[in-house]
């Protein structure tokens, strides 16, 4: 909760404005203002791309795929600083587990990735212009979140499912009684290790509290998800 308090304190600390780009401006060459400058928006990531191959059809592809992928480093970025504050003193799995929801939240959000101009310059170099409304991402990484947590769940069920599977091996085996005991006692101790692991890391997702952390990380940046 300190660290959630110390994000919101810091969004209006830092709060800025993004200025708006006017994709429809031009250069004094006649080229789109967004092959020079890529545009900015409160509530639209943009990403540029270019490309130059045999044909006009590959070289539009390539370009697309190029804008998309600038832009999906972007959306990364952005939503690891959002998530980087409230998760600064995280470690070991739940660091980790922070990075997957990062990478599954972008990847929903490039579902719907629109084309929004495209320029074919005098030397045949095709660009490309791509957005995706950025509204969702909170909710996106909260969903995530929320699965992710029901997913150690489930683990630790599958693990205790397959230490009593153990046991009964061990119990219709013809071990030596002594021998059998200490397999069961490291099968136990075992249990009790990865179920600590798996509780510490559920403890440290919080889905609502990182869902307000990136809101208003991204409030602070000048963005509105709304």
């Known amino acids: 909760m ?4 110390v994000l919101i304190i810091a969004s209006f600390l830092l709060a800025s404005c993004v200025t708006e780009t006017d994709i429809t401006a031009v250069n004094d060459d006649g080229s789109p203002i967004w092959t020079t400058e890529v545009p900015q928006s409160g509530k639209v990531v943009y990403g540029v791309g270019s490309a130059k191959l ?18 999906s480093r ?22 980790a587990a922070y990075e997957q929801l990062t990478v599954q939240t972008v990847g929903i959000t490039l579902r719907n990735v629109k084309v929004e101009q495209r320029w074919t310059a005098p030397d045949g170099t095709v660009w ?20 992710y947590k029901n997913k150690l769940e489930k683990d630790k069920t599958e693990l205790a499912n397959k230490y009593m599977a153990l046991l009964a091996q061990i119990a ?33 997702i919080n889905p609502d509290e990182l869902q307000a952390a990136i809101r208003e990380f991204f409030a602070s940046s000048g963005y509105d998800l709304d």
């Open 2 to 5: 300190k660290k959630f308090l």
């Open 54 to 71: 045999s044909n006009e059809a590959n070289s539009r592809n390539a370009a697309d795929a190029n804008a998309r992928a600038e832009m």
């Open 128 to 147: 490309s212009l791509v957005s995706v409304k950025i509204k969702d991402l909170d909710d996106i990484y909260a969903l995530e979140a929320n699965d």
């Open 74 to 95: 972007k959306l990364e970025v952005l939503m690891n600083d959002a998530v980087a504050t409230y998760a600064n003193d995280a470690e070991g799995q739940a660091l």
């Open 172 to 204: 219709q085996s013809a071990l030596p009684e002594e021998q059998a005991e200490e397999l069961k006692d490291a099968a136990e101790e075992y249990l009790k290790i990865e179920n600590s692991r798996i509780d510490e890391e559920n403890s440290q």
